[in-house]
Structure formats: structure tokens, C-alpha cells
């Protein structure tokens, strides 16, 4: 009986088992996609969205394109190497004219300005100076007369890289390079190069961070693992309880421990310990204390799984085959923990390298952080482009760091075998 | 019996007076006395709770004893700490490092003392011989089944020749089938290797298929220290009677006490039996009669039977395991009555039928009560 049923069953051609093996499977998927789906629109929205036309606006270059469409136009087919034909001034005359009438001049002026100081000068003086279209034949004099600058390459190479409608102008201004007039990449005048000192600043302040974190929180998260549970607990509500209060709080109440009429410093002048108050904030030091502080949880928590998870029989058997404890700790105990550490590690670095309140506030001038950069531009400045090349260079490393560390933990897991 | 036997051999390891409290009210191990010979296998047996595992925890020097000595070849090991002890050790889950592959879980004991590269190489390529893996050196301990892993545990443990080899519950995450294998493998390894095994288990079947000599605990005293065969044969008191093997209880009172046996009268009016007299303390004493499945006989009803151990009993159920079966009788107030029967006796006896149990007085142990 069983045998004839199943001989049956095999009789069916194959496609359709898969298709109602499918059929039986889509209903699961569907049900499964409904119940995420809520989330997968909201994240879209406010997070993949906003996150994709910041990279957009750090490539995207229209303002230019927009205004001076006919230069544009005219200079496409520019080599470069002399300044442009009578076509392009008279297309460039024709273009300032059309823009002040429309009122649009000072788009374009901005723009052109960060690419070379001054040019938002030559063109606003040339829109104000231009009466009507030239003559036939006499725009290149005309516009030459009333700035010289028009007769200089810089000034057409500046519109024509300009001209859209990608540009590479922002990403590079973020890693301090720039073209010159022959579109060679050169680097930037020393006045406009300080965002690859801003960057090493932030990995250097997020990698100290780090290390401290590291070397304050794995005797905690130690001690938290192996303490009996009613006692760890309670150690453990007073490793959440900074977690739990607000970062700006904790970041002024660093500012009263810290400030020169601070606890700190009153403290030791009153036991005779110093004369002079130290300064310990608005400095490298006071970032470091207060960035340490409100991140320590994140490396403590990782820390602290990854050491529950070892059982203590792995010391106990270390010590049984002959390994004093320092042995003990260094051979068994502590490559057992490293995924945490990873963990850890990579958690607060990668929090830290977009810290902005706590070194706004406890940090001096050559403590800010490219966060610190990235809010100037997007608010004072309104020089989005820049702002978003900084903030899609900082996002790339942080993406290359999490690629790095998930190749890591993936090895851990293939060699490391968690005991069954 | 708490004192272990007086050898002329020095012992190996002598556990003197020792006790252990973890909550300073309550004793773990009462006054423990014993004696370990060098190259004995040796099984600390009994319930959980017993102070078996205590009692291993402070030989391996991960328990320090409350009060008493320790003396581990002559010497004093109270206070030393657990890597200069030169013990063995295998634990219940393998305690295999995660980390290392096999080879360098094996390699690890002879690397802590600063053994040559050359002879860490010799000596973990011939304990890999021995539990036949040499092609899974560069394994994981994760990549390997249990009983691999028990096997790499055990090489681990004897690669550096410890003068003694604790094992605690080291097959009890086994199965049934594997976990027999295994009994026999170790007891190979004791046998050829001439080691000294400390073995704690709670598995009676266990115990009895390897070990030289037995301890048995309860309440954190060794209620009998024993070869297998004796403790079977010869319990000393109602404990190791029933934690030993199967056996039937019949509970009564001591009528008359000779030198070797004694008259009890069954509780209930059940009749009279004569039982050999073991730990009873004289006429008019309760007792508990331990009576071993496999040395009682049924006889129908009026059956004619020598001997002075009859009685009636009413048949409640019988079970076939297979190589024998089980009847399960009702005497004497005790319904749980077993009696082990060749395969196919049992198809004879219907259930509620009348019958009658005999057994021989010198199968009928006269114990403590229950």
C-alpha cells in the first residue's frame, strides 16, 4: 500500500511539485513582506531616501547650467587651450542679461564662487555693467572692458567645469584637491585645504575613544559576566542608567565637572594638589572624557554577551592542563572574546566618527569633527554640495569598516566554531 | 565504611577529614576519608546533590576544602592552586577550546609546560594515533560530533602524562549506544596506559562496567567504597541496596537474630521470611528487606516449594523487554513486586492470577528501614 502511493506520487511530473511547493511558499512570503512592510515604506522615506539625494547633491552640479544655459552650450566645445570664441561672450552677454531680468545671477554667482574666490564679483559687477547685447562680433571686447577678467582662461574654465551636470568639484574639495586651469587634478591652496586634517582629527579622537572604551570597559563587562546574577543586575542598571539619560545632560554635566571653576579643578586646588586651575576642557582632553563617557554602554554591552557566552569550564579545563591564569587569560579567555571586541570596537568608532554635539560643545576650535563641517555647510553656508561630498566620504568609510569587520566576524564564525 | 581500605602501597591520593560547606550552615561533604591507589579506576557513584562532584572539585583544586588535607603522592595540595597539581582533567561538555583546531587543543597542555616544538609535534601526532583522528587535526572542536569530541578531550587530558586523570560525567551528553562504546574505549586506555581514573557519574550501570573499585555517596558521605561485584552483592545499607542494580523492598520486623540470619515478620501480617542479617540492630527492630529480581522465582499456586521463603503474591502486570521480561507483582503491601523472568515465562501468568515468590535466605538482605 505505502509502496503504490508512493510510486504515485513520483508518477506527477516534478514541475508541479515545485509549483505547488511555491504556490504553498508565496502565501508564507507575501504575509511575511505585509508584516514588514510598514517599516520597509518608512525607512524608505526617511532614511534610503534622504540618504540617496544627499549622495545625488554631492555629485550634481544644474545651478550653472540653469542660469548661463547658452555659455554652457557655447563652451562645450571648447578645448580649453585659448580663451573662447566671439560666440561664447556673445552667448555669455546674452545669458547675464536673460538671468538679471530673471533675477537668477546670484544662483549662479555663488556657485562659481567656490570654484574661484572673486568670481561672484566679476559677475555681478558684468551684469550691472552690461546695458544691452553687444554688437556682432564686438561681445569679447565689450565684456572684456568692463571686467578684466573675462579675458583670462581661469574665468571660462571655471564656467565650463561648472557647467554640469555632474561634477567631481565637491568630492574633491573634500579630499582637498582641486583642477587647475588645464583640468589637471592639483592639490587645493593651503587656505582651502583643511578637510583631510579635519578627517585624520576625526579618526584620530574616534580611535582614542575607542581604545579607551576598550580599556575602561573589558574589566567591567568581565567583572559583569562572572558575578553572580542579583549582583550583576545592579551593576548592570548602573552601566545603563548613563545610557538611558539624555547625551546633551550628560555631556554639560561634564562641563561642570570639567570647566576651570568646575568640581574637578575646585577640588584639587582645595587639596593643595594645584595652583593654577588645569585646563581640562574646551581641549583634546575634555572631547576624549566626555565622548568616553557616553559611549562606554556600547562597548560594555558587546563586551559582556560575548563574555557570557564562554563557559567557565574553558579556565577551569586551561588551569587542569597545567595554565597559570595570566596564560590562562591571554591563550583561552581572551581570543574567546575578540567578536566582542570587534563588536564593541566597531560600534563605537563608528558612532563617534559622526559625534557633533559633544565636541561642539566640550571641544575647542581644532576639536571639531567632520560632523562639526558637515552641519556648518548644510546650515550657515548653505553650500550643500560640499556638505554632502563630506558627509558621502564619511559614510563610504564607515560602510568600509563595517565590510572589513563583518569579513572578520564571518571568519571567526567559520573557524571558531561556537561549542555546540 | 568510610575509611577506604588499608593497602600497603602507599596511597596516590588520601582525602583526610575532609568536609565542605558552600553556605557555611549546611555540609556538602561530611568527614570524607579515602584512599586512591595508584592505578586504580576509581568511581565516585551516587544521586545528585551527593557530594561527588564536590569531592572531585577539590582533588582538581577548583574547590578548597572547608576542613582537612588533600595529599596528592604524600603531599599536602590543600592551597595549591590547580595548574601546578599536574591532574588530568575531563569535563562534562568537553570544555574543548573553541578556538584551536584539535591538534592545537591537544597541543595546548604540553606547549603551558614549555615542551620542544619537535616533541609537542611527537606526542599530539601519537595521542591523535590513539583516538584514531589524525585526519581531523585541523578540525574545529564546533566541526566534530560528541563522541569525537569526547575522544579529543581524553587525548587532551593524557597527552602530558598527569599522575591522575579526573573525569567528571564525561559521557553524559552521549547516547545510549555511543556512550557504551566509550565506557569500553577508556577502560581500554586505564588498562593499557596504567593510569589512575577518578570517574564521577551518577549512572550505576556505568560505574559497575568500569571501575576497579566504587564510592558510593549519599548526603555527602560515602555510605560504601567497594569492587563492583561486592556493592551488588553485598550492600551495606538499604541506600546502595536500591541505588545499586534493581531490587524489591519488603518492609517488616526483626522476630529473632542469629549469627548469619534472622527471622522478620512482613509488614501487614504478610507472613515470615529468613533473610541474611546485615544491618539490623537485634530483635524487635524494623527493617527493610532487599530482595534482588533475578533471585526470586514464581511458583504457581499450590505448588509444593522447599525453603522457608514462600509467599503469596498477585500478579498485576508483565512487561517483555526483549531478552528477559518482567513480572510486577503485588506482596506483601508492596504492588511494585518485580520479578525478572526468562523471555516467554510471562505469557504463562494471567494478570490478577494467585501465585507465590520464593527466594533463597541468603538472596534476602535484612538492611536499615527506608
Known amino acids: 500500500m505505502t509502496t503504490a502511493s508512493v510510486t504515485g506520487a513520483d508518477a506527477k511530473p516534478a514541475v508541479s511539485l515545485r509549483r505547488r511547493l511555491k504556490q504553498a511558499e508565496r502565501a508564507r512570503q507575501l504575509k511575511a513582506l505585509a508584516l514588514v512592510a510598514p517599516l520597509l515604506v518608512f525607512l524608505l522615506f526617511t532614511f534610503a531616501g534622504p540618504i540617496a539625494g544627499m549622495l545625488w547633491r554631492a555629485v550634481d552640479d544644474r545651478e550653472v547650467r540653469q542660469v548661463l544655459p547658452q555659455t554652457v552650450a557655447a563652451l562645450a566645445g571648447w578645448d580649453g587651450k585659448d580663451l573662447p570664441n566671439e560666440d561664447a561672450f556673445a552667448a555669455l552677454a546674452s545669458d547675464i542679461l536673460a538671468a538679471r531680468a530673471a533675477g537668477t545671477i546670484a544662483i549662479a554667482a555663488k556657485r562659481l564662487n567656490y570654484a574661484l574666490n572673486g568670481f561672484r564679483t566679476i559677475l555681478t559687477s558684468t551684469a550691472r555693467n552690461l546695458k544691452a547685447v553687444p554688437e556682432r562680433g564686438a ?6 572692458k568692463i571686467n578684466a577678467a573675462w579675458r ?93 539619560t539624555s547625551l546633551l545632560v550628560r555631556t554639560c554635566a561634564w562641563i561642570v565637572l570639567l570647566q576651570s571653576k568646575g568640581v574637578v579643578n575646585d577640588s584639587l586646588q582645595w587639596l593643595g594638589i594645584i595652583d593654577q586651575p588645569l585646563r581640562l576642557i574646551y581641549n583634546r582632553f575634555g572631547v576624549c572624557v566626555a565622548m568616553t563617557h557616553v559611549l562606554l554602554p556600547f562597548m560594555i554591552l558587546p563586551l559582556y554577551s560575548s563574555m557570557k557566552a564562554i563557559s567557565p569550564a574553558y579556565m577551569r579545563a586551561a588551569a587542569s592542563l597545567g595554565a597559570p591564569p595570566v596564560t590562562a587569560f591571554l591563550r583561552i579567555y581572551l ?86 | ?114 615542551t620542544s616544538k619537535a616533541d609537542v609535534q611527537e606526542r599530539v601526532g601519537s595521542a591523535l594515533r590513539m583516538i584514531k583522528m589524525e585526519t581531523l587535526a585541523h578540525r574545529r572542536p564546533g566541526q566534530l560530533s560528541g563522541g569525537q569530541q569526547q575522544r579529543v578531550a581524553l587525548a587532551r587530558a593524557l597527552v602530558f602524562n598527569p599522575q591522575l586523570v579526573l573525569m567528571d560525567e564525561p559521557l553524559g551528553a552521549l547516547d545510549k549506544r555511543l556512550r557504551e562504546q566509550m565506557q569500553l574505549e577508556i577502560k581500554q586506555l586505564h588498562e593499557t596506559m596504567g593510569i589512575t581514573v577518578v570517574y564521577v557519574t551518577h549512572d550505576q550501570s556505568e560505574a559497575l562496567t568500569m571501575s576497579d573499585r566504587i564510592a558510593v555517596f549519599n548526603d555527602g558521605i560515602v555510605q560504601q567504597i567497594d569492587k563492583p561485584d561486592a556493592l551488588y552483592e553485598h550492600p551495606v545499607n538499604s541506600f546502595v541496596a536500591h541505588f545499586i542494580g534493581e531490587n524489591n523492598v519488603l518492609s517488616g520486623t526483626v522476630e529473632t537474630v542469629d549469627k548469619v540470619y534472622c527471622r522478620v515478620a512482613l509488614a501487614g501480617g504478610g507472613g515470615t521470611v529468613t533473610a541474611r542479617a546485615i544491618n539490623v540492630s537485634g530483635a524487635g527492630a524494623s527493617t527493610s528487606l532487599s530482595v534482588r529480581p533475578e533471585r526470586i522465582a514464581i511458583v504457581p499456586d499450590g ?46 501468568l494471567s494478570h490478577g492470577a494467585d501465585v507465590f515468590v520464593t527466594f533463597r535466605p541468603e538472596d534476602c538482605l535484612a538492611l536499615d528501614p527506608v
Not at chain 1, 561681445?139 to 572684456?144: I, R
Not at chain 1, 593651503?190 to 576598550?214: G, K, M, N
Open chain 1, 335 to 420: 581570543p574567546q572574546t575578540l567578536p566582542g571586541i570587534g563588536a564593541g570596537s566597531l560600534l563605537v568608532f563608528i558612532l563617534a566618527l559622526g559625534y557633533y554635539i559633544t565636541p561642539a560643545l566640550v571641544g575647542g576650535a581644532a576639536d571639531q569633527m567632520i560632523s562639526y563641517f558637515i552641519a556648518l555647510y548644510t546650515t550657515e553656508t548653505a553650500n550643500w554640495g560640499l556638505a554632502s561630498a563630506l558627509g558621502a566620504l564619511l559614510l563610504l568609510a564607515t560602510l568600509l569598516l563595517a565590510l572589513v569587520y563583518g569579513k572578520l566576524v564571518q571568519g571567526q564564525q567559520v573557524t571558531g566554531g561556537i561549542k555546540n
Open chain 2, 1 to 114: 565504611m568510610e575509611a577506604g581500605m588499608v593497602t600497603p602501597e602507599p596511597a596516590l591520593v588520601r582525602f583526610s577529614g575532609i568536609q565542605k560547606t558552600y553556605d557555611g550552615e549546611h555540609l556538602v561533604v561530611k568527614n570524607l576519608d579515602l584512599d586512591i591507589r595508584k592505578g586504580e579506576f576509581i568511581t565516585l557513584l551516587g544521586p545528585s546533590g551527593s557530594g561527588k562532584t564536590t569531592t572531585l572539585m577539590m582533588l582538581a583544586g577548583f574547590e578548597v576544602p572547608t576542613q582537612g588535607e588533600i595529599y596528592l603522592a604524600g603531599r599536602p595540595i590543600k592551597n595549591m592552586p590547580p595548574h601546578k597539581r599536574d591532574i588530568g582533567m575531563v569535563f562534562q561538555n568537553y570544555a574543548l577550546f573553541p578556538h584551536l583546531t584539535i591538534a592545537e587543543n591537544i597541543a595546548f597542555p604540553l606547549s603551558v609546560r614549555n
Open chain 1, 152 to 244: 583670462e582662461r581661469a574665468t571660462w574654465t571655471t564656467i565650463k567645469d561648472a557647467g554640469g551636470p555632474l561634477t567631481g568639484f565637491y568630492l574633491l574639495s573634500a579630499l582637498d584637491l582641486t583642477r587647475n586651469v588645464d583640468g589637471a587634478i592639483i592639490a587645493a591652496p593651503p587656505d582651502q585645504a583643511i578637510y583631510r586634517e579635519v578627517f585624520t582629527r576625526t579618526f584620530v579622537i574616534s580611535l582614542s575613544v575607542t581604545v579607551l572604551c576598550l580599556m575602561l570597559g573589558f574589566p567591567v563587562a568581565y567583572l559583569l559576566a562572572t558575578l553572580p546574577p542579583a549582583r550583576s543586575n545592579l551593576l548592570m542598571i548602573f552601566v545603563l542608567l548613563p545610557f538611558w
Open chain 2, 303 to 348: 505448588a509444593a516449594s522447599d525453603g522457608p521463603n514462600r509467599l503469596p503474591a498477585k500478579v498485576q502486570n508483565t512487561i517483555y523487554l526483549g531478552d528477559h521480561a518482567l513480572a510486577v507483582l503485588d506482596v506483601a503491601g508492596n504492588a511494585e513486586f518485580m520479578v525478572k523472568l526468562p523471555p516467554g515465562a510471562h505469557d504463562s
Open chain 1, 139 to 144: 561681445a569679447k571686447e565689450t565684456l572684456g
